[in-house]
């Protein structure tokens, strides 16, 4: 009897339970709050994804994949609850869409030994692996995307931008600083005259910065915002007449509702990104075959081919082939948190491998070493069609300016390591 | 003219638009706590879904379909009609007048009486309650709202700054409109409250609620036309801001921005509403253009509740507020 009640026991503990032997992938989702309109897409693409894996290929390494969800409201503290209820439920790796909560992240998951990818948001100089072995930052960070800007815009002025007037219009946050002295170094050696506008949390309210612009009358202009203040931004672009196809956004302000409220105004607007726009690929077939059409599709089903959706995408695609990499490198399908660093350190995504996942050339080739954790620096730019109400990617992938970006990573991350009692280096 | 001063004119003009958005946010929570002394901390919110609400009706929206989707498996989420702008406007309303209705029926009739941070906790809890139920109602996409205000730069103005100054004014059509709305929206409310027969019920009831009650005043019916009246507020500051914004959950937060206003024009006054908005709106964008520079931007947020809090200190009743006397 004793022994019947300890195996139903058992039973219903590891019924409840997550099940070990799972690849656990945690979402730190927003759904909610003031930047839900961004969140709930890369929510619904990075769950498709797996679900896709889970329905199609019987998980990864025939292992079934998991995504528990935890909705953060963007909300740093919250996000920190959201990791310390996930951790031990055997995730493998986390992506927090908020560099608020990467700062946060970074300690804990140092200690816990769980890998962490912030793709183009978070800390930039978590690029450098020896100082940050638990963080990734591929294929592309927040200087890579100010320097990728630049470059478009000397090749827009056929190589010369000496006496060019370019302004940077930021959040007046920790995210919105961190392209500031990228841009800066840039200046100093293209020789362009660099104003800066800072806009006050939440962004509603940006008459004054536009007046400026507007009396200024800038080439360009950069912008790296986030939620309602890149809406404001382009609406006040447009009020002010200022040529959309010289305004620059970072990905985090290239999403189809920053622009769709500006109507046809907004026609014209760029943004950079680093992975592909629309969903003129074969993997969208196997996503209706095996997830839309079975109705397994995330959230409400409405945001499949927008810009922050292939985002989520991407960031399932690129972690699912970490695990691949680590399975392979350990042989054994049931990888620990350890062994996924180790997969994602050996990652190498290339575009026969792209085209194989359903996916060709949606991203930039990259090699991931101990000494590089971020990427090759790639990013492309989109730009908005209002008549077709649809991103086109407009370059191709241009890598970042690494003679100045590089030693910026360098200068910032051993600093890091100072001030952290951080030995560098790569076994 | 020198060149820094014509730019000053024209950031005196902008402050002046945008203190006037600021007003209208601030409207909303004067008229409720002058007729029932409960400081209402949803006000933003309010704005925020009585827009919602308005996008939802005008586009045909299916209310609740992510909820249907979720429940049933029915994918729903259009009607297959649109209703013209002024039609959604009454409709929206309706929903405002019902939600009042809704408001005062379950939460304040319980607490009448009670301390005035017990109705403010109330509001914090309506306020969160709101936000969730918009979101479920009708999604958390950002939605465009058009209902025919002109935007973008007045030409008019341009050119005739231009050619009697040298330099053409930007003034945003939209924020020409959003004055003109508000300075109507002004008159009407002080007409009904000066010489309409519920508007003077109103003021009795601000006045002394026991005395009111005496004269056969209905308290709850008061209560709830406040409520409402706030909601129209609410919708005409939900559609100016989310015309220029889009409709969207950090339109709840444009009641952060009526905050110092109150402190200056004074919780209890209308036109202290609209003179506060007035100074904050050119105060902020003054010492942007003047002091901004000098230390890297971005100073409009903190001078707008440096001056209220200079104003708490040496006349905490606002300008145009009711001086509190308490005799021991």
């Not at chain 1, 370019?166 to 800066?184: M, Q």
């Not at chain 2, 009670?114 to 914090?124: N, R, V």
Request: net charge negative; charged share 15%; with cysteine.
């Amino acid at each position: 009897m004793k022994m019947k009640l300890a195996t139903l026991a058992l039973g219903a503990v590891m019924a409840a339970g997550p099940a070990m032997a799972e690849l656990v992938f945690p979402s730190l989702s927003y759904r909610t709050g003031p930047y839900a309109a961004g969140g709930i897409p890369f929510a619904d693409g990075y769950a498709d994804y797996f679900t896709l894996l889970n329905e199609r290929d019987g998980g990864i390494g025939g292992e079934m994949i998991e995504v528990p969800e935890c909705e953060t409201a963007y909300n740093t503290e919250k996000g920190v609850e959201c990791y310390e209820a996930t951790k031990d439920l055997g995730s493998l790796v986390y992506q927090p869409l908020s560099t608020g909560i990467t700062y946060q992240l970074i300690p804990k998951i140092t200690a816990d030994g769980i890998p962490m990818l912030t793709s183009g948001l978070g800390r930039t100089s978590a690029k450098n692996g020896a100082v940050f072995p638990w963080v990734f930052n591929f294929p592309a960070n927040y200087w890579d995307g100010a320097s990728v800007a630049i470059k478009h815009i000397i090749e827009e002025e056929g190589g010369d931008i000496s006496g060019k007037k370019i302004a940077l219009v930021y959040h007046n946050s920790a995210y919105g600083k961190e392209p500031i002295r990228t841009l800066e170094k840039l200046s100093e050696k293209h020789g362009y005259e660099l104003t800066l506008q800072a806009v006050d949390h939440p962004g509603q309210e940006q008459k004054s910065q536009w007046l400026q612009i507007r009396r200024e009358r800038p080439d360009y202009v950069i912008m790296y915002g986030w939620g309602v203040m890149n809406q404001v931004a382009i609406q006040e672009a447009v009020n002010i007449r200022f040529p959309m196809e010289n305004f620059i956004g970072i990905w985090w302000s290239g999403s189809e509702n920053d622009v769709k409220p500006a109507g046809d105004g907004a026609h014209g607007y760029k943004a950079l990104t680093f992975h592909n726009l629309g969903d003129d690929y074969p993997l969208y077939d196997d996503l209706k075959k095996h997830v839309f059409d079975k109705d397994l599709a995330a959230g409400s089903g409405d945001q499949h081919g927008t810009a922050i959706y292939n985002r989520g995408l991407y960031a399932a695609m690129l972690v699912a082939e970490a695990a691949k990499t680590a399975q392979e490198i350990h042989d054994t399908s049931k990888i620990t948190p350890a062994m996924m660093r180790d997969g994602m350190e050996a990652l190498e995504m290339t575009e026969e491998k792209m085209e194989s996942l359903g996916l060709p050339r949606f991203g930039p080739e990259f090699k991931v070493s101990c000494e590089n954790h971020g990427g090759n620096g790639y990013a492309a730019i989109g730009q908005w069609d209002a008549k077709a109400g649809e991103w086109k990617l407009v370059t191709d992938y241009m890598q970042s300016d690494q003679e100045i970006v590089q030693p910026l990573i360098e200068a910032d991350s051993m600093a890091y390591a100072e001030e952290n009692g951080i030995t560098p280096g790569c076994n | 003219m020198p060149e820094q001063l014509l730019w000053g004119m024209e950031i005196v003009m902008n402050g002046l638009m945008t203190g006037v958005l600021y007003a209208l946010v601030a409207l909303g929570f004067v008229l409720i706590f002058k007729a029932s002394g409960i400081f209402n901390f949803s006000q933003g919110v309010m704005a925020l879904f009585a827009a919602l609400t308005l996008v939802g009706i005008m586009e045909g929206r299916v209310p609740f379909s992510h909820l249907i989707k979720a429940v049933s498996g029915v994918s729903v989420h259009h009607f297959g009609w649109n209703v013209p702008a002024f039609a959604a406007i009454l409709l929206t309303m309706a929903v405002m007048v019902l939600l009042a209705w809704l408001v005062n029926r379950f939460i304040f009739r319980h607490l009448v009486g009670q301390e005035p941070i017990i109705l403010f906790m109330a509001t914090i809890g309506l306020a969160y309650f709101l936000e969730g139920f918009g979101d479920i109602m009708w999604g958390s996409d950002i939605k465009k709202l058009d209902v025919g205000l002109p935007e973008g730069i007045n030409d008019t103005i341009d050119e005739v700054t231009f050619n009697l100054l040298g330099y053409g004014f930007f003034i945003d059509n939209l924020d020409l409109w959003a004055t003109f709305v508000a300075v109507l929206l002004v008159i009407a409310l002080v007409m009904f409250a000066q010489y309409s027969k519920h508007g003077r019920a109103m003021r009795a009831v601000a006045d002394d609620h026991q005395a009111a009650l005496s004269v056969g005043i209905n308290l709850n019916f008061i209560w709830v036309m406040v409520w409402s009246l706030a909601g129209f507020v609410a919708l005409v500051a939900g559609i100016m801001w989310g015309s220029k914004s889009g409709v969207q959950f950090s339109l709840s937060l444009i009641a952060l921005k009526a905050l110092p206003v109150l402190m200056l024009g004074g919780f209890t006054s209308i036109p202290g509403a609209i003179v506060g908005g007035l100074i904050i709106g050119v105060g902020e964008k003054l010492f942007e253009f003047i002091i901004g520079p000098m230390v890297g931007g971005a100073t409009e947020n903190w001078f707008a509740y440096v001056l209220a809090l200079i104003f708490l200190v040496f006349r905490p009743q606002g300008l145009f507020g009711e001086k509190i006397i308490e005799r021991v």
